[in-house]
């Protein structure tokens, strides 16, 4: 499965890289986990992450499928937008859910490479309710 994931990039041209490695990427979490990463200056991850072994991320297109998939219903999140350029060599593009590419950290995440934190509240409708994501 890694070589599969990693094919997937070296297939990539270098301007397909380099703007995937460029662009703001967003992470869901729970308000109580972020809150503590930033008196620690780095976020861990949350269990999901720690039990994959890795950050989980991704980019606008993506990020309201993973609220609806992973956090249907559930109060108390912030969205997060990081800037992927000061991840470094520890972000990959991998493939995932419907064989799209999506950003892993594997390392903790300083919470410094954020650009903007916001509450993710629900709707009347129990949906996340988005602000404008900045790769829109």
């Known amino acids: 499965m890694r070589e599969d994931r990693q094919q997937s990039l070296s297939r990539m041209s270098g301007s397909d890289y380099s703007a995937i490695m460029s662009q ?3 992470k ?3 308000e109580a986990l972020w809150r503590e990463a930033e008196k620690q200056g780095r976020f861990k991850g949350a269990p999901v992450d720690i039990a994959d072994g890795f950050i989980h991320f991704s980019t606008a297109a ?32 991998e493939v995932s859910r419907g064989g799209a590419l999506f950003p892993h950290l594997y390392a903790p995440l ?3 490479a954020a650009i903007w934190v916001r509450p ?3 709707g009347a ?11 829109e």
């Open 24 to 26: 703001i990427i967003y």
């Open 28 to 30: 869901i979490a729970p």
């Open 62 to 93: 993506q990020v309201r499928e993973t609220a609806a998939k992973h956090f249907a219903g559930q109060s108390d999140l912030l969205l997060i937008a990081i800037d992927g350029e000061k991840l470094g060599p520890a972000l990959k593009y």
């Open 110 to 112: 300083a919470v410094d």
């Open 120 to 122: 993710l509240a629900l």
């Open 125 to 135: 409708d129990g949906s996340h309710q988005f602000p404008k994501l900045e790769d």
